[in-house]
């Protein structure tokens, strides 16, 4: 005890999106930080809308960002078990020792009269609060109820409605319980818990000392707080992460694809370069700095530098990220997160030995490896010529001629001397002569250095590349 113990809490609904996967890793960060234990538990309290696909693909998800559970589902821990699925008659528990101390009730009050209460406040401009009636029903009313096959739910009392709470990220923050809701629901008619109880018994169980979590959690936590102070806990302290917005303004939601873990994945973005953007995200780390390798970050992370301005995704800035992470690789290292990416995504379509030497050669003009498939190309005998027109005229062919002279005559020389040695015997100069040599040997009119790409061939294959593009 006493030592930092924080949680991520997904509920596997969804596949993780960057604000949540922001959420994993600050209190990740923050746990390595502070020499404290990182516990990943699975909030899956609503069965019919928890997937088991979902809950394999956050696993993975946080894996492959590098972010590892110090408790949780696979690594175990003492406060187990770890998905609250499997922790349902503890929070039955919970629930009934609060109705034997008058601090929750069973509610007999039917789903319809609730929305009818719904109906009635929106049309008076009244906040949708609960008028706690089911507090007072008679003997009788409940037994009539019961007798119409009515199951109750179980509601916590709300006593003592003014609330001031110091949030890590927010500084203080009030809240006027009366206005903004009456009794709440911690456990359904059908005896399952509701998140509020089990969010708040886990927490308490697990001996969690700090929540940090998404600002949407912010107008549950009175609940939380109360909840806890009457089960004899003492609440932990509360951080609420301002939400990511994204593209068109909108808070990102997991129904949004384009921003999901995965997605990134699949677009070939370097995990280190990931976890770097959205760190900057919401922490400002006080000079200029924006390029931290993950073990920079580890260490340079403070949730004190984290403030609470909205923060919008820019897809933008994230290639400019990864690119900077793709330039500090080594040329070994590159190539072998490249060719695993493309492997992984069955892209690899060439030789993989002929692959490997040519991919550092596009270090330094990618953004992430999704461009490489077709920047591969290069390594096929037929591809496309991306402007065919400057390979036909007069000038052209009379260089590509030149070529083969050269090539026959003697041995494979470096690009720039075999090039040395075709200049003095065409018209075109300059831009004229090499543009055509590009296309012919690449098919395309922008790539990476000639003399880069040049020794990676034979020269049978050059001589080929020459006669084809005299021939088109
Ligand atoms: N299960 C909640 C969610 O996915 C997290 C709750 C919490 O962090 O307290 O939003």
Redesign the pocket.
């Known amino acids: 005890m006493g030592s930092i113990r924080v949680r991520f ?3 596997p609904t969804g596949y993780l999106h960057l604000g ?1 996967i922001r ?1 994993a890793l600050f209190n990740y960060l923050f746990a390595k930080r502070e020499g404290g234990t990182f516990i990943l538990r699975i ?1 899956d309290t609503d069965p019919e809308r928890s997937e088991a696909e979902y809950r394999q693909a956050l696993t993975e998800d946080l894996l492959w960002m590098g972010i590892r559970w110090d408790e949780g589902p696979e690594v175990g821990g003492a406060s187990g078990p770890y998905l609250a699925s499997e922790r349902f008659s503890i929070y039955r528990q919970y629930a009934q020792t609060l109705i034997q101390e008058g601090k929750a009730y069973h509610c007999y009050v039917t789903e319809e009269e609730i929305e009818e209460m719904k109906r009635l406040a929106r049309a008076e401009k009244r906040p949708p609060r609960f008028d706690n009636r089911g507090r007072d029903f008679s003997k009788a009313e409940i037994e009539k109820r019961k007798a119409q096959g009515i199951r109750p739910t179980v509601r916590f009392k709300i006593e003592n409605p003014k609330l001031k709470m110091n949030d890590l990220v927010r500084g203080e923050v009030s809240f006027n319980l009366d206005e903004m809701l009456g009794d709440f629901v911690i456990q359904r008619a059908d005896g399952t818990p509701t ?1 509020h109880l089990a ?1 708040c018994v886990d927490d308490a169980l697990m001996n969690i000392t700090h ?1 940090i ?2 600002e ?2 912010l107008s549950n936590t009175p609940k939380h707080i109360l909840l806890l102070e009457a089960m004899g806990f003492k609440p932990p302290q509360y951080g609420h992460l301002s939400l990511v917005h994204g593209p068109g303004g909108e808070p990102l939601s997991k129904r949004l694809e384009s921003v999901s873990v995965r997605e990134f994945r699949r677009k070939g973005i370097l995990p280190q370069a990931l976890a770097n953007y959205i760190a900057l995200l919401g922490w400002a780390p006080g000079d200029n700095r924006e390029i931290f390798s993950w073990q920079e970050l580890q260490k340079a992370f403070d949730l004190k530098q984290v403030n609470k301005s909205r923060s919008n995704y820019d897809s933008q800035k994230l290639d400019w990220v990864n690119g900077q992470h793709l330039r500090i690789l080594s040329d070994e290292d590159f190539s072998r997160h490249a060719l695993a990416y493309l492997k992984e995504q069955k892209l690899l379509r060439q030789d993989e030995t002929l692959v490997h030497k040519i991919l550092p050669v596009f270090k330094d003009n990618i953004e992430h490896f999704d461009q490489l498939p077709e920047r591969l190309e290069v390594l096929s005998d037929d591809f496309q010529y991306e402007s065919p027109a400057m390979i036909q005229t007069p000038e052209a062919k009379e260089i590509f001629r030149t070529a083969l002279d050269v090539l026959n005559a003697g041995m494979l020389l470096p690009f720039d001397d075999f090039a040395a040695q075709i200049k003095p015997k065409v018209k075109a100069k300059g831009k004229n002569l090499f543009m055509p040599l590009r296309l012919a040997l690449t098919g395309k009119e922008h790539g990476p250095e000639l003399k880069r790409i040049f020794p990676l061939f034979s020269r049978d294959q050059i001589k080929k590349r020459f006669e084809r593009a005299l021939a088109s």
């Open positions: 809490a997904p509920s949540n959420t909030e998140f969010v929540v979590r998404g949407d959690h």
